[in-house]
């Protein structure tokens, strides 16, 4: 058996149904794999009913509902299949769709999930495709959604662009003219709507000294190239609007900036996904802002909005979506200078803060991302926020580099041992991971971690850093 041979069942089961109800996650990954589910379902005569959990945990089980439709969990399920048992679903009337470590548990529930094939970097936006696909080759017209996904939830973030499975479907969007492929483009977030000297004091991967977190700086970089940085009718021109010629010196400037101060610059450069029929200037344009525009949705408890744009809104829920994302940043950045001002707690092998109940959970692990790039980037990140809704639970959110990664951690690991054995339960990423724990044990947990990733460190031959 392989993954084919999983989707092809998956298809099987799913076209003996004519309801089916869609559990998916909140995240980019989650909204955008719910969205070519519903379509290639919808497509097919079958009804669709979508709810939108931010983690299936007790707390949110009352959620799924306890009807006659077949359930399918998007991007989550894998690992809280005690919970779907204990919901009471059956083998008969559950579609697993993942690509997050498997729990077993007494019931074996039907899945189609690339991890244990191997394909770790796939997302279940991926997965939904490769389903999608199966049921009808048609549904090619799906692989930006699919991309939307991997891209959100950091799939070509190592290799800087996809691999694999995930850029075979990039390439299937390709030959239909969906998307438009540029194979060393600048690894930069922002190319489409940023200003370009904004969008390079942004970078930090690679951190260009003199520019990343210096706006001012990278203008002045900028102008002593001589580029031309404004247009009398457009203003600010954003990177995609920079002629090739000039893009090719800022380039060369920039791995000369980076080589100068001792740094590689294999990270300069990365595959960029566009979507040529989507508006200049707008989130639309590239998969990596759409994802975002998705992940401000979700996060601020209107997944269902992402999902109305993934199926071509671009009037009622896009202006929605815009105002939310324009809250969902304005917050992320008092975020990050309450975790600057306030100060982190550095460890041997993290640094951590708790945020009290300041700010939303579902935003805490953006902010300390980006707050990572101005801190000691050589250690993870932990962010513990309260519960409102549960005062006896935390949520502990992670991240951490791609170096850091290199150097043998993973996230995902430690996290969930670590919240496991004080009778939590986490998941996630090597380079990203969360977990709710007991509040009264937060102490405990953030010193399990932490010698929980000096065991990683040392296994990993790199020693104490």
Known sequence: MGLSDDVRAAVREL?????????????????????????????????VTSVFVRQLEPLTMGQVPKDDSFKIFCDLGAGQQNLLEEHGLSTEEVLIIDHHVSQDSGTAYQQVNCLPYGHTKLSAAGVAYLVARELDSANTDLAPLAVVGNV????????????????????????RGLIEIRARDLNCYGISTRPLHVCLSYNDDPFIPGISNNAPGAQKFLQRLGIPLRDPIKGWLVWEEIPDEDRKRITSALAQQLLAHGEGISRLFAESYLFPDEPERTPLRNAQEFATLLNSCGRWSRPGVGGSICRGDRGIAYRQAEHMLTNHRAIIRELLHYI???????????????VGNRYPDTIVGIGAGMALSKLNMDKPILIMVEQPEDPDLT???????????????DLQQAITEASSTLGGAGGGHRIAAGAFIPRESEQEFVRHVNELLAGQYANAGAGRR
Do not use: N
């Open 340 to 354: 600057l001002d306030t100060g982190v707690t550095e460890l041997s092998h993290l640094q951590y803060i708790h």
């Open 15 to 47: 076209s003996s149904h004519p309801e089916v109800t869609i559990i998916s996650h909140i995240d980019a990954d989650g909204i955008s794999g719910e969205a070519v589910l519903a379509q290639a379902l919808m497509r097919e005569g079958i009804r």
């Open 152 to 175: 959100g939830d950091m799939m070509a973030r190592e290799d800087c662009g996809l691999v694999g499975l995930a850029r075979d479907i990039a390439y299937e969007g390709a030959a």
């Open 395 to 409: 949520k502990v959110s992670m991240r951490t580099t791609e170096r850091v990664v290199g150097r043998g951690i």
